[in-house]
């Protein structure tokens, strides 16, 4: 189920290789070997204002023996052509392809998919350091480094099953950080992991999302790898990590939304100031940062 065009992004995969050979002249530390790696689709709602817009990426989960890195596929892309000297060029080819089938077709939709951009700017490193999640985040141009809590969500079991990517998938259920989520897990592919900071299923999650589905994150892709570098992504160009609590990084990234919303609608001619503040609340995926 792929959520891009391939034929736009031939041109890209020698400039990866080149970003792969090269990874310690930028800095980049190699955590561990990949043995495993899983595509998921993921589907998420910007804001809480209109639920009719949502958004998609596709997340990459590699598995090591070690530790696991999971991160946006198209944002990983655009790094790594940035990191080229003729990154710019080839993405204003990719863009003015995707433009012209959009002349053709048009099917924004598929333009979307088709246009190169970062998308979610979430990179979770699970047990880096040992015993302990390092997530890196970006909000526009600043780069955030905090570390989270090794912790399983505390699943329950239920008797529901189903079939994902031609396993056989059990239900099961937890509450995590102010949302009710349901998982599917694979119990014939032993892996306790899954995406974002999921895992503690006796098998590999397929499927997750929360009650309201503002999250939602399926399997598309899953094959056997070997020794493929996980890597710990540095900032691109001069940038540098900020050392911030996951707590400071959940405020900072409300913060800019409701900003950011607030003027979208005064340029659109809206009176913020007689708005109802419902109309301009914004949400988090984790929603314990008020505590």
Not at 55 to 83: A, N, P
Request: charged share 30%.
């Amino acid at each position: 189920m792929p959520l891009i065009n391939v034929k736009l992004i031939m041109k890209t995969f020698l400039f990866i290789l080149l970003w792969s050979v090269s990874l310690l002249a930028y800095s980049q530390q190699v955590l561990d070997a990949a043995y495993l790696k899983c595509q998921y689709k993921f589907s998420y709602l910007k804001d809480t204002i209109d639920h009719l817009k949502g958004r998609d990426d596709l997340l990459v989960l590699q598995i090591g023996k070690k530790s696991s890195k999971c991160y946006s596929y198209y944002t990983e892309l655009c790094d790594s052509l940035e990191r080229t000297s003729d990154g710019h060029e080839v993405w204003k080819e990719m863009f003015a392809k995707a433009l012209e089938e959009l002349r053709q077709n048009k099917d924004r939709e598929l333009f979307h998919r088709n246009v190169l951009g970062r998308r979610t700017t979430t990179r979770v490193y699970k047990n880096y350091p040992l015993g302990e999640m390092t997530i890196t985040e970006s909000i526009v141009a600043d780069c955030f480094i905090f570390r989270d809590k090794l912790e399983p969500q505390q699943w329950m079991m239920e008797d529901s099953t189903k079939v994902i990517l031609g396993y056989n998938c059990q239900k099961a259920v937890c509450d995590f950080r102010g949302r009710h989520y349901i998982a599917w897990f694979a119990p014939d592919v032993p892996e306790d992991n899954g995406p974002w900071k999921f895992f503690g299923l006796p098998g590999l999650i397929m499927e997750v999302y929360d009650k309201g589905r503002q999250y939602e994150y399926l399997i598309v892709s899953l094959q056997k790898v070997e020794n493929e570098p996980i890597v710990f992504n540095e900032p691109v160009g001069d940038m540098r990590y900020r050392i911030i609590t996951r707590t400071q990084f959940l405020k900072a990234s409300i913060r800019h939304a409701e900003v950011s919303g607030k003027l979208m609608m005064s340029e659109m001619g809206f009176d913020i100031h007689n708005m109802d503040e419902k109309q301009l609340r914004y949400d988090c995926q984790e929603r314990d940062y008020n505590k």
